[in-house]
């Protein structure tokens, strides 16, 4: 339904692709809520997925003590919440993912800190 | 010659004739013309004259009540100053609280102000109207002692000197902000149900009982004062409140389905607010009142219960949210300090691991869930700072596009799992921590879709200091952010451990205490 209002009401949503300096990428890493929340990063979208593993991920997520074990050919991923299958050669535009993509990755047999999903 | 007294006026008399006996009908000007915000929300009033005030508060009367509450209030506060009150807290982890409530819930206040100010005029029944102008008047009132009591933190300790400046600008104070800031741009009859009913009636008493029980726990007679003297408003508010609702459900049935809408939607909406609350209950006052827990089984389960069981009889059901806020009272205030911990380096004031001690209490109060969920994260940071690897999380969290938490917020019946929920709008995407975030969001999407959301505003450039220069090779986009926050790095912010605050209380105390 539309806002009531005493006029027309219209405006420009506030984060279309165009105002940041790369898409918006939101990821998740299952069972390891030691990271409060997903993060929200800006990544170019000609970077390749496997470089975003293993390049960019240990500055994000590199604190936990889980992290070093991780197998990235094992990890699985999750899209929207749907099950998903990245090509870690290809760029993040080439694997169809876009502005305000949602991922989360669950990495088996890692559970957090005591197996506590933190 | 016989004196002829005149009979002094009752109070009803009274409340008429300098109430009820202000409204006239213009003759100039169509009625409609005169109060043109009354028809475009859907809410239709029969006949104003029926809405009772149960206070029958006149503003002679008034300004006598607030002026004596001042004069005592003044007392208080220049006592508690003048005797370095400050140092006789329990201990200078509390402060904390008291900056989280100044840059968090006064500009709330303030913006009360300006909203019942806004809707009385809008009113076009006097009753209603007069009783705004009170509430207005005592908003004001409120924001200001509250500052005017904590100011004299300002003078001994850090994180209080920019709340204003603060308040429309760092990342979880955009969380109060945008609370407000919805209410305050829809229609009057939703600003009633929204901070009138919802918040001043449902919720307030889980926001100032623990801040000022707090208060008085932890030995600060300075906010506790103000809170006292803000009580008897707040009875005449929820009052207020409940009658508006009742009112507007009176006048005509077609009001029930509307009223419903923004009850569900401001119960959720407040409730996502008074997570700061959670964690301040549980993890940031050195002695505790009672667990968040308990606060929400006493004020909402029992007091919510028995009003939405009165509201029946108008066929008002309880809030959409409610079975899932009383689900997540057992986990709510841990996943919220947590988020403070993470990002301890971007708030301006101090956060801390629990204690040994402090964990144990957390066990006691949540015995099902704080030793299985939250303790080992709690323990392994704990580790960490002690071997001098403090853990602040450096990246940005994805926020919900509604409240604009960060999504920390779990499955309400999985605490392992983060509660994800989308909508798609003209082509783009929105991201939402709860159903009740996202419903309120599909109902209104060209409202949110505006959202000021900090993470994606500083990811656009669009808050740093004009100085700064982002093509620098070393330009730091954080250390920028702080600045823009007026934050000073390692002051302000970081742990409580080693801070200058813990020095320097821990110094005072031990000069005014010994020799």
């Keep these: 339904m539309a806002v009531a209002a005493v006029r027309k009401y219209e405006f420009a949503p506030k984060d279309t692709a165009d105002k940041f300096p790369a898409p918006l990428l939101y990821v998740g890493w299952e069972d390891h809520l030691m990271f409060c929340a997903p993060f929200c990063v800006p990544f170019p979208p000609t970077l390749k997925f496997g470089d975003m593993c293993r390049g960019a991920f240990p500055g994000i997520f590199g604190a936990h003590p889980d992290f070093a074990k991780i197998d990235w050919d094992k990890a699985e991923w999750f899209k929207s919440g749907q099950p998903w299958k990245p090509d870690h050669d290809k760029s993040l535009a080439d694997n169809g993912l876009g502005h305000k993509d949602l991922l989360r990755f669950r990495t088996p047999g890692l559970t957090g800190l005591q197996g506590s999903c933190s | ?515």
């Excluded at chain 2, 402060?95 to 968090?104: M, P, R, V």
């Excluded at chain 2, 009658?243 to 507007?248: C, D, L, P, S, V």
Aim: proline share 5%; with cysteine.
């Design chain 2, 1 to 515: 010659m016989d004196m002829k007294v005149s009979k002094k006026l009752g109070l009803k008399d009274r409340y008429n004739l300098m109430t009820r006996d202000l409204e006239w009908t213009p003759t100039y000007q169509a009625v409609k013309d005169v109060y043109p915000d009354m028809a475009y929300e859907g809410i239709k009033i029969h006949d104003w004259s029926k809405f009772e005030d149960p206070f029958r508060l006149t503003m002679d009367a008034y300004w006598k009540y607030q002026a004596e509450k001042e004069r005592k209030l003044y007392a208080i506060i220049d006592a508690f100053n003048q005797n370095n009150g400050h140092l006789g807290l329990t201990d200078a982890r509390y402060i904390n609280a008291l900056k989280l409530f100044l840059t968090g819930v006064s500009p709330l206040e303030y913006m009360a102000h300006r909203g019942f100010a806004h809707v009385g005029r809008q009113f076009p029944g006097a009753g209603p109207r007069v009783a705004c102008l009170m509430q207005s008047l005592d908003e004001i009132r409120h924001s200001q002692t509250q500052i005017h009591s904590l100011s004299n933190y300002n003078k001994f300790y850090n994180g209080f000197q920019n709340w204003r400046h603060q308040h429309d600008r760092v990342w979880y104070l955009s969380v109060p902000k945008s609370f407000f800031d919805d209410a305050i741009s829809s229609g009057p009859f939703e600003y009633m149900v929204a901070i009138g009913f919802a918040f001043e009636y449902v919720l307030t008493n889980l926001l100032f009982v623990p801040f000022i029980s707090g208060a008085a726990y932890n030995g600060d007679m300075g906010a506790m004062a103000f809170g006292f003297s803000a009580q008897s408003d707040e009875s005449r508010h929820m009052t207020l409140g409940l009658e508006m609702i009742k009112f507007i459900l009176e006048q005509d049935p077609d009001n029930l389905p509307i009223v419903q809408r923004w009850i569900d939607k401001w119960f959720w909406r407040g409730y996502r607010v008074l997570t700061l609350v959670a964690m301040m209950m549980d993890y940031m006052l050195p002695k505790r009142v009672m667990s968040w827990k308990e606060a929400w089984e006493v004020y909402a389960e029992e007091n919510g219960g028995a009003l939405f069981a009165d509201l029946a009889r108008y066929g008002i059901t309880v809030p959409k949210g409610w079975e899932q806020a009383c689900k997540d009272k057992d986990h709510l205030s841990h996943q919220a300090w947590a988020v403070f911990y993470n990002y301890g380096a971007a708030a301006p004031f101090h956060t801390w691991a629990p204690s040994e001690k402090d964990m144990e209490w957390l066990s006691a109060k949540y015995p099902d869930t704080f030793d299985k969920y939250y303790r080992p994260r709690y323990e392994h940071w704990a580790k960490e700072a002690k071997e001098g690897r403090r853990f602040y999380n450096g990246t940005l969290p994805m926020l919900c596009q509604t409240c604009q938490i960060p999504m920390f917020f779990t499955e309400p019946d999985d605490p392992t799992k983060i509660a994800y929920r989308e909508s798609s709008y003209h082509g783009m995407k929105y991201h939402f921590c709860s159903d009740g975030c996202k419903d309120i969001f599909d109902f209104e999407p060209e409202k949110y879709v505006q959202a000021w959301l900090p993470v994606h505003q500083i990811y656009q450039g669009n808050c740093f200091t004009p100085e700064a220069d982002p093509s620098a090779p070393d330009f730091n986009p954080l250390a920028e952010v702080l600045k823009w926050y007026r934050i000073e790095m390692g002051r302000d912010n970081l742990d409580y451990e080693g801070s200058q605050d813990q020095k320097n209380f821990n110094a005072w105390r031990e000069a005014a205490t010994g020799n």
